[in-house]
């Protein structure tokens, strides 16, 4: 589980372009941004997602309830997250079927859903220009939209999280 910001300071990334060319890409100047919260399980490409105007303990708590009506009675949920406050707050609400693992400091390589990010910012957050804060909700939306399982466990497959057989 994780949570990434994008907005009109978007990201630019690389082009395919002719040898000799210099492609353009947008870079805005505004500063409306937006959190879009996920929660993955990379075995099977399931996940739930927020797009947020903010991070924090409140927001959490209202994620937790959603990927909580997503858990099936008879499953256990174990998210694994870094250590933002907001993950660690004495306000936050863990529903009784989910478990926290906190990763350990400065190690977001172990977090699959980092990975997820990137994915997202590549293929379709990127070298775009926004409008207003409206149209950054809606690209986050539809972005997030566009996954599939099979590109969430592509993406997100991590060897330390998969069952020995």
Known sequence: MDEARFGQQGTLTDVWAR???RPRAVRQTRYDWVYLWAAVEPATGESAALVAPHVNTGTMN????IL?????ADEHFVLIMDQAGW???RDLRL???ITVLLLPPYSPELNPTENLWHYLRSHYLSNRSYADY???LTAGT???RKLTP???KSVCRCSYLERAE
């Not at 209202?62 to 309830?65: D, G, I, K, Q, Y």
């Not at 909580?68 to 099936?72: I, Q, V």
């Open 142 to 144: 539809e972005a997030y």
């Open 19 to 21: 040898t000799g060319s």
């Open 95 to 97: 529903p009784d079927g």
């Open 134 to 136: 409206d149209a950054l």
């Open 68 to 72: 909580d009506r997503e858990r099936k």
């Open 150 to 152: 099979a590109v969430i």
């Open 87 to 89: 993950h660690k707050s």
């Open 62 to 65: 209202a994620f937790l309830t």
